[in-house]
């Protein structure tokens, strides 16, 4: 059973520039949170998409825009990169339910702004 | 505002010895608290649970409990090993999504 994953791994941009990460989640899983952790501090939450549509937003701007397919796969776009988006992007699936979601996370894409 | 906070220093102890780690959380009541593993480069791996109604929770070596009054989680690792250096993570699940603190990192030394 694959758990999630996510490419690309690394990533080099300049600023300016846009990127699409990508994020498979685990078998069984419908719900895709994202996250953006900088070095040295806990990961922040970005956006939430469930059933196709962005269920929960953080406090990321609106070059932060996100999508999610029918096979519960998701994308996270990020437009017009500013050095400040360097960063590890992290993905996380878990199944919508009654109770507490516990967050399974993918490795990671490493992005770079120069 | 809402907080999740951990303490940033890293917390050095010796292989045997017992880890304790801690959450503060401010101006909110969570209902749950998550606990995760984040090895460098990697994403975090979830540990344990605990409840609002739960004062202990345990899983193996790991403790954790859940402190109402003192809006407080603690994270102990018994009989620590070099292999549980690691960044340990506390999460907030009161709102779907996480909110995370900053992470503590331990270091066991052999």
């Known amino acids: 059973d694959a758990g999630v994953t996510q490419s690309p791994t690394h990533l080099i941009k300049t600023r300016g520039q846009q990127v699409t990460l990508r994020c498979s989640p685990k078998?069984?899983?419908?719900?895709v949170s994202w996250y953006q952790q900088a070095l040295g501090q806990g990961p922040q939450f970005i956006f939430q998409y469930y059933e196709e549509e962005e269920r929960q937003r953080g406090n990321f701007p609106d070059r932060f825009s996100g999508h999610q397919f029918p096979n519960y796969s998701s994308e996270l776009n990020v437009n017009a990169l500013l050095l400040g988006d360097s960063a590890l992007y992290l993905c996380?699936?878990?199944?919508?339910?009654?109770?507490?979601?516990?967050?399974?996370f993918g490795p990671g894409t490493r992005l770079l702004v120069l | 505002s809402q907080k999740i906070e951990q303490n940033s220093e890293a917390l050095n102890i010796q292989e045997g010895k017992t880890a304790t780690l801690t959450c503060n959380y401010t101006n909110y009541s969570p209902a749950y608290l998550q606990w995760y593993r984040q090895d460098p480069g990697r994403g975090p791996v979830f540990l344990l649970l605990?409840?609002?109604?739960?004062k202990e929770k345990r899983k193996e070596r790991l403790k954790v409990t859940f402190d109402t009054t003192l809006k407080q989680s603690l994270f102990h690792i018994t009989a620590s090993q070099p292999a549980d250096s690691a960044t340990y993570l506390c999460?907030?699940?009161?709102?779907?999504?996480?909110?995370f603190g900053s992470g503590t990192r331990l270091q066991v030394q052999p």
């Open positions: 996380a699936s878990s199944h919508q339910g009654s109770g507490p979601e516990t967050q399974y």
């Open positions: 605990i409840r609002e109604n739960e």
């Open positions: 999460g907030d699940t009161g709102r779907r999504a996480l909110t």
């Open positions: 078998s069984g899983h419908d719900t």
